[in-house]
């Protein structure tokens, strides 16, 4: 049987295609939960593709979560490892994936009802871990993303067919206009940027450290943000922002003397595991990007300090 491929991409032309999937918030109403979002919340987050979230994480459960984060920067348990990305032009870390596999604090927290409850009301399913994965922008000298729908990948390269899938990050820094803070643009997550240009093989070996396939165009981009405007994500340590699997979004150089560092987990729906094969790429990716192991996440109720 072969999944119909509702988000065409990697052909010869860019085109702007409406989103398939009906809706981005799957359950509207009250959450059950006891960490679910508001109404006024899940409004937001239909409406715009993301909602930032302050004070989920108290400050001291964040110093114990960037000293584990040091820990195992400092480890040799990264050492070779393909989970371990350089930033593009220097031997310095850009993100370490699967942190969640490397440290018990992490597989804890990928499971925290703070975020999960959320996670699964948007969903309005149980959901699994895609991928996780910490991106380190180190002062001075952190490098930029640049504009992309993580989805249009996912699709692409992991065979995931629909959008019903989204990021959960917790800033371990403060994330200010200076630090090279996530950009997004509002509403972008209602279209879908079909991207030229066939998938290169392995591709994920080049685009982890500068993707350069799967961008939109400038002309693309332009339009999205006459529409949508633009917006970008600060907050203190502790910060939560949940960020819809299509939204545009990208990232500037870290030009300040501040790091910025943010943990994510991808939460996919178990309603919504890979088709047979990707569908715009030869190969799945390897499963630190994009795990088949789709057993659903359960709640845990956490205190970490
Ligand atoms: O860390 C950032 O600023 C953006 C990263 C991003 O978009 C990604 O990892 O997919
Ligand atoms: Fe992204």
């Not at 396939?213 to 981009?221: E, F, K, N, Q, R």
């Given at each position: 049987m072969t999944t119909?491929?509702?988000?065409?991409?990697?052909?010869?032309?860019?085109r702007i295609l409406e989103r398939v999937d009906p809706v981005v918030v799957y359950r509207h109403g009250p959450s059950t939960d006891r960490h679910g979002l508001t109404p006024q919340q899940l409004d937001f987050y239909a409406n715009n593709g993301f909602i930032v979230i302050p004070g989920v994480f108290s400050q001291e459960e964040v110093a114990l979560f960037v000293k584990e984060y040091e820990q195992l920067a400092a480890s040799n348990a990264l050492?070779?490892?393909?989970?371990?990305?350089?930033?593009?032009?220097?031997?310095?870390?850009?993100?370490?994936?699967?942190?969640h596999r490397f440290s018990e604090v992490f597989q804890r927290l990928s499971k925290d009802q703070?975020?999960?409850?959320?996670?699964?009301?948007?969903?309005?399913?149980?959901?699994?871990?895609?991928?996780?994965?910490?991106?380190?922008?180190r002062a001075l000298s952190g490098r930029s993303f640049p504009w992309h729908s993580d989805f249009e990948t996912w699709h692409a390269e992991d065979g995931l067919p629909r959008c019903r899938v989204l990021?959960?990050?917790?800033?371990?820094?403060?994330?200010?206009?200076?630090?090279?803070?996530?950009?997004?643009?509002?509403?972008?997550?209602?279209?879908?940027?079909?991207?030229?240009?066939?998938t290169p093989k392995a591709h994920h070996k080049a685009s982890l450290r500068k993707q350069e396939?799967?961008?939109?165009?400038?002309?693309?981009?332009r339009e999205l943000v006459e529409k949508g405007g633009l917006a970008s994500a600060h907050g203190p340590r502790g910060t939560l922002i949940l960020h819809e699997g299509n939204t545009m979004h990208g990232s500037a150089d870290n030009i300040s003397p501040t790091p910025r560092t943010?943990?994510?987990?991808?939460?996919?729906?178990?309603?919504n595991t890979p088709a047979k094969k990707p569908f715009a790429a030869e190969e799945f990716r390897p499963q630190f990007l994009?795990?088949?192991?789709?057993?659903?996440?359960?709640?845990?109720?956490?205190?970490?300090?």
């Open positions: 119909e491929d509702l988000y065409p991409t990697r052909g010869a032309h860019e050492r070779g490892k393909d989970e371990l990305v350089l930033e593009p032009d220097s031997e310095q870390p850009r993100s370490i994936f699967s942190p703070r975020i999960l409850d959320k996670a699964t009301q948007i969903l309005d399913s149980p959901v699994y871990i895609h991928h996780a994965r910490i991106n380190i922008k990021s959960a990050w917790v800033m371990l820094h403060e994330n200010n206009e200076f630090n090279g803070p996530l950009c997004l643009i509002p509403g972008s997550h209602k279209l879908f940027v079909s991207c030229a240009g066939a396939y799967g961008v939109p165009s400038p002309d693309a981009l943010n943990l994510f987990f991808v939460y996919n729906s178990v309603l994009g795990s088949r192991d789709f057993t659903p996440v359960h709640a845990v109720a956490n205190r970490f300090a």
